[in-house]
Each structure stands twice: as structure tokens, then as C-alpha cells.
């Protein structure tokens, strides 16, 4: 589960990202929208905004998630939050347009996510998507993984897999093809972050790229200890570029 009341302060990389993605269409106002792997709803929000005159349905497998999100978009008319796999996902009516930031690469069979997402758009639909591409976070997974490399943490670790999918655009445009979707781009960017200092990098982390790692810990004294190490490493090796995610972003855009 997230600690959704601590992402719902500290992603504002996030939402810049998303932003961003958003405005890549010329938004008619009426569209129906999907926004897939919703998390807290700051988005969710933004494009309630983008179609007054339609509904966005906010996805989230995360109970934490919706249930914040719910409390931030209350006040608005044009959401519905739907508690789901976003790979299994029904919706009340086609959309006319999937959106997604920064959730995709938290689900490894993007063939299966796909043609979920096919089967609920309305024909002429898109899917403007971004996340976590081939490369990200090259740098902060390489020091985290040696940190469950160490005698005091490893034993945690047994059976360690990525729970990241950080696919690349030739697969991607691949598996698009041939689903049957046509216009496609699909593209990386280099989208490096740099928190302020140690505290906010600190927070960030432990609420965003390390959860994977901390989950596996089981009590708090060695999750700060996990915590403290990975600080010190970056500290001392990381001199010049310190309290960087070293951020690759894949970005999807295509038509039914
Ligand atoms: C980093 S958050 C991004 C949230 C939001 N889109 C944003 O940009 O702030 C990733 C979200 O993806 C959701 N997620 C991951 N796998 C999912 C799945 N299979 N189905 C639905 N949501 C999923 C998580 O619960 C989490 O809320």
C-alpha cells in the first residue's frame, strides 16, 4: 500500500510531468477521459477542468489512493473513482481518451494492460501516456541494489525481482502495432530531479523509489537503517549531481 497522505505532498515532479502530458492534446471540453493509476488525484483534477462537459473516471488498485483522492476531488462534479487493476479494469462507458503518469511501470505484462486499454476506448480514442522508461533511475537502482547486496540486509532480499517494467519505445511501438493502434509515437526523455536537500530527497525517496525496497523490511529500525545508508552513499559518491533521481521518461502517444 502507499503512503498516499505523504505522495500527495511530495509529487509535484509528478504532476509537472503530467502536466505536461496533458497539454499534448487540444481538449474539446466534452471528451470522456480515463486517468489511469489516478493516485491521489492531482491530475484527476486538471482534466476534470480540461472537460466540463465530460467525465473522467480516476482508476487506482491502491485502497490508500483513491481514498485521498476521493477527499481531493469531492468538490468536483465530473470525476467517478474506481477502485481497480487498471489491466482489468470496466468502465461505465467508452472513453475517448486514456491518460496515464507515472503508474504504467508498476505493471510488468504491458500487452495485457493494453488491450484493456483498447477494449474501453471508443473508436477514434487515445492513450497519452507517460512513464518510467528504459534506463530510469539507472543510477539510485544501482546504489540501492547494492545496499540489499550487504551481509546485514541481503537475507531480505531472496527471490528479489524489479517491480518496475522500465520498457523501452521499439517494444512499446511493437506491441501498440500489433494490438491495432495506429498513429504512434513513442519516445524517451532524459528528466532528471533534483530535491533541495537532504530531508525532502530523503522523504521523496522513501515514499516513492525505495518502496519496493522498504516493503521487504520488516520492522522500522532497519528501514531507516536502509534509509540512512542509501543518504550516505549518494552523499559521498554523489558529490557533484547530490540529490538527483536520475529520471528517463518513456512517452506514449496513439490512436484506436
Ligand atoms: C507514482 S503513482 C502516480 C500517481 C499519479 N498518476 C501521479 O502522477 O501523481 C503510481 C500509481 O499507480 C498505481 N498503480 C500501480 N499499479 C497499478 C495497477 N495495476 N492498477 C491501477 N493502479 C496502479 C499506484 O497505486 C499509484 O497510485
Redesign the pocket.
Known amino acids: 500500500m ?1 503512503d498516499a497522505e505523504t ?1 500527495d505532498l511530495v ?1 509535484s515532479i ?2 509537472a510531468w ?1 502536466r505536461k502530458v496533458i497539454n499534448w492534446r487540444v481538449w474539446q471540453g466534452n471528451e470522456n477521459v480515463m486517468d489511469a ?4 488525484g ?2 484527476t483534477k486538471v482534466l476534470a477542468q480540461k472537460v466540463p462537459a465530460g467525465m473522467v473516471y480516476g ?4 485502497r490508500n ?1 483513491i481514498e485521498v483522492a476521493a477527499r481531493n476531488l469531492k468538490d468536483i462534479g465530473n470525476v467517478m473513482l474506481i477502485e ?4 482489468s479494469a470496466k468502465l461505465p462507458a467508452k472513453v475517448d481518451v486514456i491518460f496515464s ?3 504504467i511501470h ?2 510488468q505484462d504491458h500487452q495485457g494492460l493494453f488491450e484493456n486499454f483498447w477494449q474501453l476506448l471508443g473508436s477514434n480514442g487515445e492513450i497519452m501516456i507517460q512513464c518510467g522508461g528504459h534506463g530510469n533511475l539507472g543510477n539510485i537502482i544501482s546504489i540501492l541494489d547494492g545496499i540489499r547486496h550487504r551481509d546485514e540486509f541481503k537475507r531480505f532480499f531472496t527471490g528479489w525481482q524489479e517491480s518496475w517494467y522500465f520498457a523501452n519505445p521499439e517494444e512499446t511501438s511493437r506491441l501498440l502495432q500489433d494490438i491495432g493502434f495506429k498513429d504512434i509515437e513513442a519516445y524517451l526523455t532524459e528528466d532528471s530531479a533534483t530535491l533541495g536537500n537532504r530531508n525532502s530527497f530523503a522523504l521523496f525517496a522513501k515514499t ?1 523509489v525505495m518502496k519496493p525496497y522498504l516493503a521487504r523490511l520488516p520492522d522500522q529500525e532497519l528501514k531507516d537503517k536502509f534509509l540512512e545508508s542509501f543518504l550516505n552513499e549518494i552523499e559521498s559518491n554523489h558529490k557533484s549531481r547530490c540529490w538527483v533521481m536520475d529520471y528517463v521518461r518513456l512517452n506514449i502517444r496513439a490512436k484506436k
Open positions: 502507499w505522495y509529487s509528478q504532476e503530467g493509476g489516478c493516485g491521489t492531482r491530475l482508476v487506482d488498485i491502491d489512493m481497480s487493476d487498471i489491466s503518469n507515472a503508474a508498476w505493471i516513492v
